[in-house]
Structures are given as structure tokens and as C-alpha cells.
Nanobody, 120 residues
Framework: QVQLVESGGGLVQAGGSLRLSCLAS????????MAWYRQAPGKQREMVAT????????TYADSVNGRFIISRDNAKNTIYLQMNSLKPEDTAVYYC?????????????WGKGTLVTVSS
């Protein structure tokens, strides 16, 4: 089992920056990939960014590409989401997720989420 705990959410003005953290614990050796998702009020959950643990390749949603950066600190078992040039439409609950090795591509583990609010 893998446990994921997000932190770093809060209130920020448009144009500002914020960094989210996700600490992974448990059977972390079994993680193939990790990702950040978000869900805004009245909208469906969407993928924001993903990172593969082996080659560190990354993928970003078009809406955040060029503004957000996903990274990993293996020594701390933590991934980050650096969010720059924030917009009001970035307001959402952000969730950390992990994909288990040798499983299908769907995410297997989820954190409880952290709220990001961007004011205009």
C-alpha cells in the first residue's frame, strides 16, 4: 500500500506562484509514475502533470504547460508541483496520485487533496 499526503495549498493572487508537495510513504518501491490532478467546483477531475519515476519524463495539460513544473526528490520520497503565473481558473482542489508498477495505466493511489485558491 502507498500513502500520499499533499501540502502547500493556499490563497494566492493572480500572477503569483505556489509550490505543492506530495509525500509518499509505504511501498514506494512499487510506484511507476506519479501525477497531479485537480478538480474545480462544477468541473470534472483533470490531469495536470505526470512524471515517470524511472526516466523522469513529464507530461502536462495544455492549460498549464509552460507555467507549471512537476519534479521529484527521490531522497525525500516527494514530488512537487511548482505553479507559476497562476490564474483564477487554476482554483481547484489539487490531488496527488500514484501508479503501481506492473499495473494498468490508471492511478492506483490518491491523496486527500489540497485547496488552491487564486484571486483576481
Amino acid at each position: 500500500q502507498v500513502q500520499l499526503v499533499e501540502s502547500g495549498g493556499g490563497l494566492v493572487q493572480a500572477g503569483g506562484s505556489l509550490r505543492l508537495s506530495c509525500l509518499a510513504s509505504g511501498s514506494i518501491f512499487s510506484i511507476n509514475a506519479m501525477a497531479w490532478y485537480r478538480q474545480a467546483p462544477g468541473k470534472q477531475r483533470e490531469m495536470v502533470a505526470t512524471i515517470i519515476t524511472t526516466d523522469l519524463s513529464t507530461t502536462y495539460a495544455d492549460s498549464v504547460n509552460g507555467r507549471f513544473i512537476i519534479s521529484r526528490d527521490n531522497a525525500k520520497n516527494t514530488i512537487y508541483l511548482q505553479m507559476n503565473s497562476l490564474k483564477p481558473e487554476d482554483t481547484a482542489v489539487y490531488y496527488c496520485a500514484a501508479d503501481k508498477l506492473y499495473s494498468d495505466p490508471a492511478m492506483d493511489y490518491w491523496g486527500k487533496g489540497t485547496l488552491v485558491t487564486v484571486s483576481s
